[in-house]
């Protein structure tokens, strides 16, 4: 475990861009310890101890911590610092181990969110739906998404927006697909799709114009705001 660590570390310091590179180190080390063994058994033990705490400082730097925090501090700061902590009190293998456990927890949470909440009672006729997909929309997403479009009122205008994805899972591209296929023409559904790329296999609606972003957010507000202004303000 310790070895892989450094090995990729020495790498990526080296300026490797490809997984040969590993291939490379360990063929080097190989023929290291076959050819010099007795040099490499003089090496005292406290120089290599010193290499993995300049190895491990450059992996949890305080600069390190300040970009994850920066970044996201729920989904990248706390399994990266449980992690260390793990590390720094238990083990290695044991930390790393913490750490896979509380990253497959995290990234679980995270897929599991719905890009969109849609509630009915807030919607009225010729709002405009906004469903905005995350970086990376997962079959774990595909429950979610479903119940998102089943939700959806009759007569109603939606927009999809793949725009910021980067993978899309195919079941939810079908589910998407099926959705603007029948689905919509079933409920009287207005779907515009946005965003999509040529990979998905989905074709983009032409027709749309991106002006507003935020129409069914904007209507519900202004609607709130005249019911408070029609009520009658009495005096004592």
Same mark, same amino acid.
């Given at each position: ?48 101890? +010193?290499?993995?705490? !300049?190895?491990?400082?450059? !992996? ?10 920066? /970044?996201? /501090? ?17 083990? =290695? ?11 497959? &927890?995290?990234? =679980? !949470?995270?897929?599991? /969110? ?9 919607y009225q ?12 929309? +997962?079959? !774990?997403?595909?429950?979610? &998404?479903? +119940? ?24 939810v591209l ?34 749309? /114009? ?6 069914h957010k ?9 019911? &408070? ?8």
């Amino acid at each position: 475990m310790t070895s892989v660590v450094v090995r990729t570390s020495a790498n990526n310091a080296a300026g490797a861009k490809s997984k040969m590179s590993a291939i490379i180190h360990g063929l080097l080390l190989l023929v290291s310890v076959l050819s010099i063994p007795t040099i490499l058994n003089k090496i005292p033990l406290a120089t290599l101890a +010193s290499v993995l705490l !300049l190895v491990g400082y450059k !992996l949890a730097n305080p600069k390190t911590m300040k970009h994850f925090w920066e /970044k996201d /501090k729920i989904f990248q700061f706390i399994p990266f610092i449980l992690t260390f902590f793990a590390v720094v009190f238990t083990d =290695l293998l044991k930390g790393v181990a913490l750490g896979m456990i509380v990253n497959i &927890i995290f990234v =679980l !949470l995270g897929n599991s /969110k719905r890009a969109y909440k849609f509630r009915k009672e807030d919607y009225q006729e010729g709002d405009i739906i906004h469903i905005d997909l995350a970086q990376e929309v +997962s079959f !774990l997403n595909k429950s979610a &998404i479903k +119940s998102t479009l089943n939700a959806l009122p009759e007569n109603s205008k939606v927009v999809i927006n793949a725009s910021d994805t980067v993978y899309i899972a195919h079941d939810v591209l079908d589910l998407i697909y099926e959705f603007e296929k029948i689905k919509s023409k079933e409920s009287n559904i207005n779907v515009k799709l946005v965003g999509f790329k040529e990979a998905y296999n989905l074709e983009n609606s032409n027709d749309y /114009k991106n002006t507003v972003t935020f129409e069914h957010k904007y209507n519900v507000m202004k609607r709130k705001l005249e019911v &408070i202004e029609k009520k009658d303000i009495q005096f004592d």
